[in-house]
């Protein structure tokens, strides 16, 4: 808290700061969510750096709680507690993440589709598949890179022979929609702005490519 208080806002903090001004469905070169989150700590302690920043410190602690339980899901308490205690010292956890940028929600809403996804494979409870959908439509919205979870996930339902009855499970099929559902304003926006975000980001990486 001392060190995000007295930090300077960094590389493109005041940038999202602006999108928290419009909110909107997209920007540019991504997608909406870091800017809700910086509307919601400004609105809690003003424009501040801590308030644009509160929200992201305020993450770090569920990233490291999510990690815990996940750890206590699909292992043991150890395990779980040395997983938490490892994830605070990744520089993207311990150091960047008190910047308020699109890595934060980014990092929560993976952590928690993952942690959704554990919830079905060890309960068998379908139901988990819509919290998994959510999740990885809220991280979406995050940020793109997310995009690439759900055919990670769908690629070990292949791999896996005792995962394989989830590919014609109707819960599966619910949770894929509510991640549709929970991306589809970002689509719309990009629809209504000539693909701007999409052409911006993936362009890149067909140029890179």
Not at 95 to 102: D, F, N, Q, W, Y
Not at 121 to 139: C, D, E, F, P, S
Not at 140 to 151: D, E, I, M, R, V
């Amino acid at each position: 808290l001392w060190a995000a208080d007295h930090a300077g806002l960094l590389f493109d903090e005041p940038y999202y700061w602006l999108w928290s001004q419009h909110l909107a469905a997209g920007y540019y070169d991504h997608p909406p969510m870091v800017a809700f989150w910086i509307r919601l700590g400004t609105l809690l302690l003003g424009d501040s750096v801590l308030g644009i920043r509160i929200v992201f410190l305020i993450n770090v602690i569920a990233v490291s709680v999510a990690t815990y339980v996940m750890g206590r899901v699909l292992f043991d308490r150890r395990t779980a507690e040395h997983a938490a205690l490892w994830t605070n010292t990744l520089p993207l956890i311990g150091i960047a993440g008190m910047l308020a940028t699109p890595d934060g929600p980014s990092v929560l809403f993976w952590t928690l589709t993952v942690l959704a996804y554990a919830l079905v494979v060890k309960t068998g409870r379908g139901a988990w598949w819509l919290a998994v959908g959510i999740l990885a439509g809220l991280g979406g919205a995050s940020k793109y890179t997310n995009l690439f979870l759900g055919p990670g996930i769908v690629l070990s339902l292949l791999l896996d022979p005792r995962l394989r009855r989830w590919l014609i499970s109707p819960w599966l099929w619910a949770g894929g929609l509510l991640a549709a559902l929970a991306f589809l304003p970002v689509v719309l926006w990009n629809a209504a702005h000539d693909w701007v975000s999409f052409r911006f980001q993936f362009g890149r990486v067909a140029e890179t490519a």
